[in-house]
């Protein structure tokens, strides 16, 4: 379909959370607008292809996904430099707890593989349904039901399993209800 | 006190690979913090040049639609 005005807003619409996917996907916030640039210029360039009516966050996701993917085969061997440049995407810094907290998330999830990680955060952040997500990784939904599962226990493994007391400062009112079921 | 360090220490541990509700929740919640910070940033003025300016095949300006005539006339082509 042609680029209508609300076509355009539309993609505008999608930006942000387009640069969130990228975001979370290469752990770079440099290359990540790199992408969502790439993918708004191959998107308009493509437009005629669009179905109206049709899922466009997913076309759109679907692209930058593509685009990552050969992406990140060509710089595989690249040393990443991930840490310093996600930090630079927070406009507001967090408490020093939260801000640990949330490191230590960002690092288990980049120990995901891939396939997990694009799984579970169009299912679990992005809030695609697990058929739309499933059209975007081009593969079957139990496919991405299994790898969206196997990536939440290996991010419960990374993160939780060790240290009950990782759960929360609070280890006396764990102490107490603990002590109280006898 | 330092009672309640070991009982803490042999309280009920989740079980290997046993996603109890709480932390499926927990994984949720960190994620879309995560996820939504980003996206409450919008859209970076780099984007939003970017789809004005391919809005406009070969670089023609858009005319201004500042509510000018309502009465088109469709016989130029």
């Known amino acids: ?182 | 006190m330092k009672d309640l360090k070991s009982q803490a220490s042999k309280s009920t541990t989740p079980g290997k690979g046993g996603l109890t509700p709480e932390i499926q929740s927990r994984i949720g919640h960190q994620l879309r913090a995560m996820y939504d910070d980003v996206v409450r940033q919008g859209v970076p003025d780099r984007f939003a040049e970017l789809i004005k300016k391919l809005d406009a095949p070969g670089g023609a300006p858009q005319v201004e639609t500042d509510g000018g005539s309502s009465d088109n006339n469709n016989g130029r082509d």
């Open chain 1, 1 to 182: 379909m042609p680029l209508t005005d609300s076509l355009r807003d539309d993609i505008l619409a999608a930006v942000p959370s387009l640069r969130a996917f990228a975001i979370s996907l290469s752990g770079n916030a440099d290359r990540a607008d790199d992408l969502v640039q790439e993918t708004l210029l191959r998107a308009l360039a493509n437009i005629d292809s669009f179905q109206p009516g049709s899922n466009l966050p997913a076309w759109l996701f679907t692209i930058l996904r593509n685009l990552f993917r050969s992406d990140y085969r060509k710089r595989r061997r690249e040393v990443e430099d991930a840490e310093g440049n996600y930090a630079k995407t927070l406009k507001t810094q967090p408490s020093q707890n939260a801000h640990l907290e949330f490191e230590e998330f960002r690092g288990a999830l980049e120990k995901l593989p891939q396939d997990q990680r694009e799984a579970l955060i169009l299912v679990g952040a992005s809030g695609f349904s697990y058929e739309d997500a499933a059209a975007i990784c081009g593969c079957a939904v139990g496919t991405i039901k299994s790898r969206v599962n196997r990536a939440r226990s290996k991010l419960a493994a990374l993160l939780y399993v060790d240290g009950a007391e990782d759960f929360g400062p609070d280890e006396t009112i764990r102490a107490v209800i603990g002590g109280s079921g006898g």
